[in-house]
């Protein structure tokens, strides 16, 4: 699976909506490679440094690919949810906030 079966998503960040992310999370509950999920961007406490490690590996794994993106505030398939849309965690909040600084 290739970055041309994801040409319907928006290319620019400021265009992305809470509804893009949701619908990527249903419809691919196990990233299929050309894509991954982070909870955090940011992470703290004592895995820090093997959380970093691993978002530092996923964005080598991409470049090297030919591309991908990492879903950051997606939480990992490894996380046990009841359902997909509870692998969302704190995009809803950045999405507000961008939307409301570019006046949306």
């Not at 196990?30 to 999920?37: I, N, R, V």
């Amino acid at each position: 699976m290739g970055l041309e079966e994801f040409k319907d998503l928006p290319s620019r960040l400021e265009d992305w909506k809470y509804e893009t992310v949701e619908y990527l999370v249903k419809k691919y509950e196990f990233e299929p490679g050309t894509f991954d999920y982070k909870d955090v961007l940011n992470p703290s406490g004592p895995n820090q440094n093997n959380y970093l490690a691993s978002i530092r590996q996923t964005a080598c794994s991409m470049a090297n690919t030919g591309g991908g993106f990492i879903l950051f505030g997606v939480k990992d398939r490894k996380v046990a949810v009841a359902t997909p849309e509870d692998r969302i965690t704190g995009i809803l909040y950045w999405i507000q906030k961008a939307g409301h600084a570019s006046g949306c």
